[in-house]
C-alpha cells in the first residue's frame, strides 16, 4: 500500500535524505517500537470488552467485572502514555533533523557560484530554506511515520476482524480496490497542483523580497500601484493553484470517507445477519461495532495522510534541487597540496586569457599582463570593456577562463577558492552593511581579528573620525544596509574591512559616487594610504588613483588596446587620453 502511494522516485527522495535521521536514531527506534505496544493495547482493549459483557455484566458477576475493568483502565493508561512516547519522541528526531537540513543547506547555499545568483532570485532560494523547510518540518515526517502506523494498526485490526468473523472480513475487504483506485488517480493530480502551488509560492516570495529593497525606488518614481498589481497578479497563480490541490485534497478525502460510510453500513448489515445465523454473543456484536469505527478511523485519516505526504514530497523535490546544486568545485584544486607556500603573493600572471559569461559571448579576449608585489595596477575603460571581470576572475567568483592565470607560477584552478581568497581583500563598488554594530561591519565576526584590529584598520582609512562621533563608537547600529550612515561613510567602513586582517593585496573596484567634499578627502587620503602600503588592482576611477599606478592597462570590448604608466599614455593620444580627458572635466 505504501509503495503505491510513494512512487519509486519519491522513495529516492526518502532514502537520500534518511541520513538526516541517522544522527537521532535512538528517538526514530524509541518511536518506531511504541507502534507495537500501541496496537497490541489496542487489540487487548477490544478482547477486554468482549470478556467483560459475555462473562461478567450478562452473567452478573460483579467481582470479575471489578478485576476486569481495572485491566481495561490500565491497558487504557498504557495506550495513551506510548501513544504520547511515539508522537514526542518522532517529532524530536523530525525536528532535530530538519535543523541540521537547515543549517547544511544554508552552509551549502554560502558556496553556490556566482551564476547560480545570476540565474536565481535570491527570494527563490529563500522560500526554498523557509517554507518548503517548514511544509517538510511541518508535514513530512508526521505524515509518513502516520501511514506506517495507521498501515500496521490497520493490519493488526483486520487480523483480529479475520480472527472474529473471516465471511465479515472478506466483505470488507471488497472496497479496497475502489479507495486504491480514486488514491492513484487522485494522488498525481495533488502532486502536480503542489508542485505549482510551490513553484507560484516562490516567485510570489522573490518579488516581494526584491520590491521591499527597492521599496524607496519604487516610491520615489511612483511605481507603488504598478508593483501592488504586480505582486497580486502573482499572488492569485498561488491562490489558485493552492485553491486547485485544496480541491483535489477534498475530493481525496470526501471520496474515501463516502466509500468507508457504504462500507461500514454494507458490514453492519451483513455482520447483524451473521450474527442472527451463527448465534454470535452480543460481546462480539459490540466489540465488532468497536473495532469497525477504530478500523475506518485509520482509513478515512490515510486520505489526509496521503494529501500531507504529497505536500511534502513537493517540498522536497525543490529542496533537492538546491541540494544537486553545484558548490565552488574544488576538486581539482585539492590536487594542489602545497597551499602554504603561497603565503606571500610574489607574483600575478595573467597570460592569454579570456572568459564568456554565456557560451560564446567572449567578454575577455586574450588578456595578458603581469603583477609583482608591491605593483599597482589600475583598469580603465568605459563600462562593459571587462574591468571587473577581471577581478571576478581573481578572487574565483567566476571559473571556467581559457588561458593561464597563476599565482607565484601556481595556476590559480589549482589553489583552493578560500586560499586564494585569503591572500587578498576585495573592496567593491556594491557596499553591503549588515545590521550589526560597526565594529561587526569592519570585522565581519571573525575570530582572528581582534578589537584593536579593527579601531587600526578604521584609523588606517580615517573612518575613525567618524566612528567616533556616533553614538556608541564602535558599538553604533547600521540600519537597513547602511541608510543610517552616509555614501562616504560607508565606503570607509568597506576600505577598514578589507584591510583590517593585513592582506598583502587589495582588489579595488574603485566607486565613483558622489559624496561630500570633507568625506572626499578621507577617501582620496584612505586610498592613498592603501596604494602606498600594499599591492593594488583597481577599477579606478578617480585621476588621482590611476596617475599614482605604475602600470595602467586601458580596455575596450573586451581587449587591451593600451598600456602603460600616465605619461606614457597621455603622449600616446589615444583612448587613454581621452578619458583622462573627460575625467578631468566631470572632476572639474
Aim: overall charge positive; some cysteine.
Amino acid at each position: 500500500m505504501i509503495k503505491r502511494v510513494i512512487k519509486s522516485k519519491d522513495l529516492q527522495l526518502l532514502k537520500r535524505f534518511s541520513r538526516y535521521f541517522f544522527p537521532y536514531k535512538k528517538w526514530v527506534i524509541i518511536s518506531f517500537c511504541s507502534i507495537p505496544v500501541t496496537t497490541f493495547a489496542g487489540i487487548l482493549f477490544l478482547w477486554l470488552v468482549e470478556r467483560i459483557i459475555d462473562d461478567f455484566i450478562i452473567p452478573g458477576d460483579v467481582t470479575g467485572l471489578k478485576l476486569y475493568s481495572f485491566m481495561l483502565a490500565a491497558v487504557l493508561v498504557v495506550n495513551f502514555l506510548f501513544d504520547g512516547i511515539y508522537s514526542y519522541s518522532f517529532s524530536k528526531a523530525g525536528g532535530l533533523a530538519i535543523v541540521d537540513m537547515r543549517k547544511e543547506l544554508f552552509g551549502k547555499s554560502l558556496r553556490f557560484p556566482m551564476r547560480y545568483f545570476d540565474k536565481n532570485p535570491i527570494g527563490v532560494t529563500l522560500s526554498r530554506l523557509t517554507s518548503d523547510m517548514e511544509a517538510i518540518a511541518e508535514s513530512f515526517a508526521a505524515g509518513i511515520l502516520g501511514l506506517l502506523a495507521d498501515s500496521f494498526k490497520t493490519a493488526a485490526l483486520v487480523s483480529y476482524l479475520f480472527y472474529l468473523n473471516w465471511r465479515l472480513t472478506l466483505v470488507l475487504l471488497l472496497v479496497v480496490p475502489f479507495i486504491v483506485i480514486v488514491i492513484k488517480f487522485l494522488r498525481k493530480k495533488i502532486r502536480a497542483a503542489f508542485n505549482q502551488s510551490r513553484t507560484s509560492l516562490a516567485k510570489s516570495a522573490a518579488y516581494l523580497q526584491e520590491s521591499l529593497n527597492g521599496v524607496k525606488t519604487i516610491r520615489l518614481y511612483g511605481a507603488d500601484r504598478e508593483a501592488w498589481n504586480k505582486y497580486d497578479t502573482l499572488n492569485r497563480e498561488y491562490s489558485n493553484a493552492q485553491n486547485r490541490s485544496n480541491v483535489y485534497d477534498a475530493a481525496l478525502y470526501s471520496v474515501v470517507e463516502g466509500i468507508t460510510s457504504v462500507a461500514t453500513a454494507l458490514i453492519l448489515w451483513y455482520g447483524a445477519v451473521q450474527i442472527w445465523e451463527y448465534d454470535y454473543s452480543i460481546g462480539v456484536l459490540i466489540v465488532f461495532v468497536i473495532t469497525l469505527s477504530r478500523l475506518f478511523i485509520p482509513v478515512r485519516q490515510f486520505a489526509q495522510q496521503i494529501s500531507t505526504i504529497q505536500r511534502a514530497m513537493s517540498a522536497l523535490e525543490h529542496i533537492s534541487s538546491l541540494f544537486e546544486e553545484k558548490i565552488e568545485d574544488d576538486e581539482k584544486r585539492r590536487e594542489y597540496r602545497s597551499t602554504a607556500t603561497i603565503d606571500d603573493i610574489k607574483e600575478i600572471e595573467f597570460k592569454n586569457v579570456s572568459f564568456a559569461y554565456n557560451k560564446g559571448e567572449d567578454v575577455l579576449k586574450n588578456i595578458s599582463f603581469t603583477m609583482k608585489r608591491g605593483d599597482r595596477i589600475a583598469l580603465v575603460g568605459s563600462t562593459g570593456s571587462g574591468k571587473s571581470t577581471i577581478l571576478r576572475l581573481l578572487t574565483c567568483a567566476y571559473s571556467g577562463y581559457r588561458g593561464s592565470i597563476t599565482i607565484n607560477g601556481v595556476e590559480l584552478s589549482h589553489i583552493p577558492i578560500n586560499h586564494v581568497r585569503s591572500l587578498g581583500a576585495l573592496m567593491q563598488q556594491d557596499i553591503f552593511m549588515f545590521n550589526e554594530s560597526v565594529a561587526f561591519n569592519i570585522g565581519l565576526g571573525r575570530e582572528n581579528i581582534s578589537e584593536q584590529d579593527i579601531e587600526d584598520a578604521a584609523r588606517f582609512v580615517y573612518a575613525d573620525r567618524f566612528i567616533k562621533e556616533l553614538p556608541g563608537g564602535y558599538s553604533y547600529k547600521v540600519q537597513d544596509n547602511g541608510d543610517n550612515l552616509s555614501r562616504g561613510q560607508a565606503q570607509l567602513i568597506s576600505f577598514a574591512r578589507a584591510i583590517c586582517d593585513n592582506r598583502e593585496l587589495i582588489i579595488l573596484d574603485e566607486a565613483t559616487s558622489s559624496v561630500d567634499s570633507v568625506t572626499e578627502n578621507y577617501i582620496q587620503k584612505a586610498i592613498e594610504n592603501i596604494l602606498s602600503s600594499r599591492t593594488v588592482i583597481a577599477v579606478a576611477h578617480r585621476l588621482s588613483t590611476i596617475k599614482r599606478s605604475d602600470l595602467i592597462i586601458v580596455l575596450e570590448n573586451g581587449e587591451i588596446i593600451e598600456r602603460g604608466s600616465h605619461s606614457e599614455l597621455i603622449s600616446y593620444d589615444g583612448k587613454y587620453a581621452g578619458l583622462v580627458s573627460s575625467l578631468k572635466n566631470r572632476q572639474e
